[in-house]
């Protein structure tokens, strides 16, 4: 029987795992069949939407309840692993969208965990809920808008866009200078300080049509890789969001990440699975060219080679020790009852991502020594996946950073912050 693509990432699917996985098995030869073109044009191919939408997997891990497919970490990770062998831009893309159910999740999570009043609780209840329905029930596209340009020494993510309370809701005014789908998704969900906060407290959630005034895009720009994400972000400007789609009691932000068993708001391994797919994509590709050249001399493959085989056992090792690190870290984020405290987890992410990151860049070096000259043209699958895993080593901290904040926390006993404001 064909195994699955997400069977080198998981060899223990459920049933109903497999069947969800099967989902996105179907979608990645389309997905494969445009990577190049969406490479070359730097822009999203826009009707994966309606492949992603046609297929379901808009609502992968919403619960059935809301509409959705009732997946988890495990089925996130399948699907962006199996769909970075074949588009890592789309993959990555879709995590953003899928990462917004975090919201969604974690505010039903914080509820049942008592961690809001009676007053609070309907409208964090409605919040998470719209979140929800929006994915599975109304099937839409979203991006999920943190990140900025603005910089702390003290946390991973910096928060300076503005909500200021007006009649019947909020005015925002800030840059988002990265978040995948933009121009794209049906709608956005943007992070923002409350005016008057300058700690984590203040951070509020707003979701922001994508056509509403006071929005533009920010310039395209000509990245290295990953480059058909739509990740250029957006400018608000005065932007008019109503009470009715916004969560902006103070310190809720905050509790919805202590309702999370990983690092932020949860799902962080999903992303790096979408490299360890280049990977694995960079490693067959090369393998199968060399096995399928041969010496003129002999007839064998080149593959066979003393220097082809070391190679070869380099870009083994290197696959298997991302795949293993990353197995373990969704392992902790996931198996019940847990197996770590918060803080174990966090420290295991903190290393995690960068040594698998490292690991798969490794084996897209590896690949194209293995192709030689032929691997070196700009497009193809090697020059794809080495520009696209290279985009792993910065992604939300270098493994230099990992590294240090997960001793401070071994030796301090204290976690580093996720998110501050100014």
Not at 2 to 15: G, Q, S, V, Y
Not at 249 to 263: E, L, N, T, W, Y
């Amino acid at each position: 029987m064909t195994k699955l693509t997400a069977e080198f990432l998981f060899d223990d699917l459920t049933p109903a795992e497999k069947e969800r996985a099967e989902r996105v098995e179907s979608i990645l030869p389309e997905l494969r069949a445009h990577a190049e073109e969406a490479d070359a044009t730097g822009k999203f191919y826009a009707p994966h939407r309606e492949t992603l939408s046609k297929a379901g997997l808009l609502g992968l891990v919403i619960p059935e309840s809301y509409g959705g497919l009732g997946g988890n970490l495990r089925d996130l990770s399948a699907a962006t692993y199996a769909m970075g062998t074949a588009c890592p831009s789309t993959a990555l893309a879709y995590f953003f969208h899928c990462s917004t159910s975090s919201r969604g999740l974690l505010g039903l999570d914080a509820i049942e965990e008592g961690k809001f009043n009676a007053e609070e609780i309907p409208v964090v209840k409605a919040f998470a809920e719209n979140v929800l329905h929006r994915m599975g029930t109304k099937n839409q596209l979203l991006g999920n808008f943190a990140s900025e340009s603005a910089k702390s020494s003290q946390s991973a993510v910096h928060i300076t866009t503005e909500a200021e309370k007006v009649d019947g809701g909020w005015k925002l005014n800030g840059v988002k200078s990265f978040g995948c789908n933009t121009g794209v998704a049906d709608a956005y969900l943007v992070a923002a300080k409350l005016k008057g906060y300058d700690t984590a407290e203040g951070l509020s959630m707003f979701f922001v049509p994508r056509e509403a005034e006071g929005v533009k895009e920010r310039p395209q720009w000509d990245a290295l890789g990953m480059r058909a994400t739509a990740s250029h972000g957006i400018i608000l400007e005065n932007v008019f969001v109503p009470d009715s789609e916004s969560l902006a009691i103070p310190g809720a932000f905050v509790k919805f990440m202590q309702a999370s068993r990983g690092s932020l708001m949860g799902n962080q391994p999903a992303i790096s699975v979408i490299y360890l797919g280049a990977a694995k994509q960079a490693y067959d590709y090369a393998l199968n060219a060399t096995m399928k050249m041969k010496f003129e001399d002999t007839g064998l493959p080149i593959a066979t080679s003393a220097f082809h085989q070391e190679l070869i056992g380099k870009m083994t090792v290197e696959l298997e020790t991302a795949r293993l690190w990353l197995r373990r870290q969704i392992d902790l984020e996931t198996i019940e009852p847990p197996i770590a405290s918060k803080t174990e987890v966090v420290q295991h992410w903190r290393m995690a991502k960068g040594t698998a990151s490292e690991a798969c860049f490794e084996v897209a070096q590896l690949a194209m020594k293995m192709t030689g000259t032929s691997g070196t043209s700009n497009k193809g699958v090697i020059a794809r996946m080495l520009r696209d895993i290279a985009m792993s080593l910065v992604m939300a901290f270098p493994a230099e950073r990992g590294r240090l904040e997960a001793a401070k926390s071994i030796t301090d006993g204290a976690e580093t912050k996720s998110f501050t404001v100014s």
